[in-house]
């Protein structure tokens, strides 16, 4: 895979919650949007290299857009391994339960 690096600005109504970013679809699918909030959360922690992440969402359009974009970004921080939801798909205690069983 390459590895492409692509300068950007935050995004000022980028201020996540408990719950994640809440946004409609159109407004993840900007220019760089989606990809500067991930990476954001990446760097905002360290020693990714080999741990696990969990990965899934509710399934709404753009949901396997944006969970292939997550992964490669993942791969480019070195995440060793990536835990996805069938189709995508993964509620709330779902991922829960997967983080605690793989200490993500």
């Known amino acids: 895979m390459t590895t492409r690096i692509v300068q950007t600005q935050p995004f ?3 201020r996540p ?8 679809v159109t407004v993840f699918q900007q220019a760089n949007y989606l990809e500067n909030f991930v990476q954001a959360i990446f760097d905002s922690q360290s020693d990714y ?3 696990t992440l969990v990965l ?4 709404r359009y753009f949901n396997q857009t944006a969970i292939q974009i997550i992964l490669k970004i993942a791969a ?3 995440v060793g391994h990536v835990i996805v939801g069938r ?3 993964l509620s709330t205690p779902a991922a829960a339960l997967l983080i605690h069983r793989n200490q993500a």
């Open 12 to 14: 000022p109504d980028q």
């Open 17 to 24: 919650g408990t719950s994640g970013l809440r946004k409609k």
């Open 49 to 51: 290299q080999g741990k």
């Open 56 to 59: 899934g969402g509710d399934g």
């Open 76 to 78: 480019a921080n070195g």
């Open 87 to 89: 189709d995508g798909l």
